[in-house]
């Protein structure tokens, strides 16, 4: 195995609940809240019981059995999302971060729940070194945390989904979307002061106290990034969730395949955020 990587085989670590409780503590702070053993791991939340209260409105996107799928959960956190696909019985489940402190929540949580999980510390950007696509591939709550976003859409497209993808964003501004044409006059201006039209708002310090926040879309605008990626949306089940296929790329493929070759080439110097 590389190294920063690691597996659970399956079988649920026996520890008790005062083990539990003491390895939790260790471990945290946890942004996933997750019952293990019958210990929360973080049942002060600030967005509730999160993300059970995410996941119960968009669970019905993913089969109830995942036979035979492969999935890839990027950004997996503490693990939550791939222990519920473990859970729904998928074959292997591929959890990334890029982040040792989460991963190793995660592998914790996987070994208590007794979920068989392939962990790897890897960068959405490294994506590429797992030389693997999967049937579904997991993208939530990541995309905000990236300074160069699009780059990260374009390689899960080429490097990691073999058909789904479910992704999920933050999403601030208008909710609106604009009929957006696909060319206008350099005199156009109007155009960009419709609330529908897609953006991106860039932090440059923090938000929410998290300096780890850089791009934030609106909803238009993490549409027609998925698009523009050459995801087909198939669902919107809620606010900030997407269940998308993969499909064919709206941009020119040659130029932009030349574009992410020349991006792929700086992620060795140290694109990591
Ligand atoms: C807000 S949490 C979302 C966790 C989980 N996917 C969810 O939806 O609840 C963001 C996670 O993305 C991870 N992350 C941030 N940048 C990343 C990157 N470049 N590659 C992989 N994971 C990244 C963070 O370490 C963190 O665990």
């Given at each position: 195995m590389r190294a920063g990587s690691s597996r659970t085989n399956g079988e649920a670590r026996k520890l008790t609940p005062r083990q539990i409780e003491r390895r939790i503590s260790q471990l945290g702070p946890w942004f996933h809240n997750m019952n293990l053993g019958g210990i929360q791991?973080?049942?002060?939340h600030f967005l509730g019981d999160y993300p059970m209260v995410k996941w119960t409105r968009f669970s019905h996107l993913v089969p109830r059995d995942l036979k035979g799928m492969t999935v890839l959960d990027v950004?997996?956190?503490?693990?939550f999302y791939s222990i519920e696909m473990k859970r729904r019985g998928a074959d292997r489940i591929i959890s990334v971060d890029s982040d040792p402190f989460y991963l190793k929540q995660a592998q914790f949580a996987a070994e208590v729940s007794g979920a068989k999980i392939e962990f790897h510390c890897l960068s959405v950007y490294d994506?590429?070194?797992?030389?693997e696509r999967f049937d579904l591939v997991l993208f939530t709550g990541v995309l905000y945390h990236l300074r160069y976003p699009l780059l990260a859409l374009d390689l899960l497209y080429e490097h990691a989904v073999r058909d789904k993808l479910i992704f999920q964003s933050m999403l601030r501004g208008s909710d609106a979307v604009a009929a957006v044409d696909e060319d206008y006059p350099f005199a156009e201006r109007a155009i960009f002061q419709e609330p529908g039209f897609p953006c991106m708002y860039f932090v440059e310090h923090r938000y929410c106290g998290d300096p780890t926040n850089w791009w934030i879309p609106n909803r238009a605008g993490a549409e027609a990034m998925l698009r523009s990626a050459g995801f087909e949306i198939l669902e919107h089940p809620e606010k900030e969730v997407y269940l998308c296929r993969k499909g064919r790329r709206a941009i020119d493929y040659g130029r932009s395949r030349d574009v992410l070759e020349r991006a792929e080439q700086l992620i060795p110097l140290g694109l990591r955020d």
């Open positions: 791991t973080a049942p002060d950004g997996c956190n503490g693990g994506l590429r070194q797992l030389n």
